[in-house]
């Protein structure tokens, strides 16, 4: 059986919300967590999203599975790693939207969960919210 990979708009959706501008990662937040998981970071000068987004692709065709990108995730989503709180549930909702698509969720303690999978926006939104 082939391990389950994240979809093109799924993984677009995923970077987009941890780099969001005002309310995702930090560009040097992204850098460590890159290198702390080994994954390589094809186009460090890009946007924030685009950078996440194309480490992201890479490694998920080279590996053929989604675990390094849920590993990233798991980092990142660490409540205690972030030191403006006022950002974490923002990044979480935004996450969550994206995440709905794939059955997957952050709850409050960071941990991905598994959920029923959405196919509307507006079901990503009520799921987020």
């Given at each position: 059986?082939?391990?389950?990979?994240?979809?093109?708009?799924?993984?677009?959706?995923?970077?987009?919300?941890?780099?969001?501008?005002?309310?995702?990662?930090?560009?040097?937040?992204?850098?460590?967590?890159?290198?702390?998981?080994?994954?390589?970071?094809?186009?460090?000068?890009?946007?924030?999203?685009?950078?996440?987004?194309?480490?992201?692709?890479?490694?998920?065709?080279k590996a053929q599975n989604r675990r390094a990108i849920l590993e990233f995730m798991r980092q990142a989503m660490l409540p205690?790693?972030?030191?403006?709180?006022?950002?974490?549930?923002?990044?979480?909702?935004?996450?969550?939207?994206?995440?709905?698509?794939?059955?997957?969720?952050?709850?409050?303690?960071?941990?991905?969960?598994?959920?029923?999978?959405?196919?509307?926006?507006?079901?990503?939104?009520?799921?987020?919210?």
């Open positions: 059986m082939a391990e389950q990979l994240f979809s093109q708009g799924e993984l677009e959706g995923i970077a987009a919300a941890l780099g969001d501008t005002s309310e995702g990662l930090t560009g040097s937040e992204i850098g460590h967590f890159l290198a702390s998981i080994k994954m390589i970071d094809p186009t460090p000068t890009s946007t924030k999203w685009v950078r996440l987004h194309n480490a992201f692709v890479e490694l998920q065709n205690a790693r972030h030191k403006r709180p006022e950002r974490f549930e923002p990044m979480r909702a935004n996450l969550n939207r994206a995440l709905a698509f794939s059955g997957l969720a952050v709850d409050a303690g960071g941990d991905l969960i598994a959920t029923d999978q959405v196919k509307t926006l507006s079901e990503a939104a009520r799921r987020a919210n």
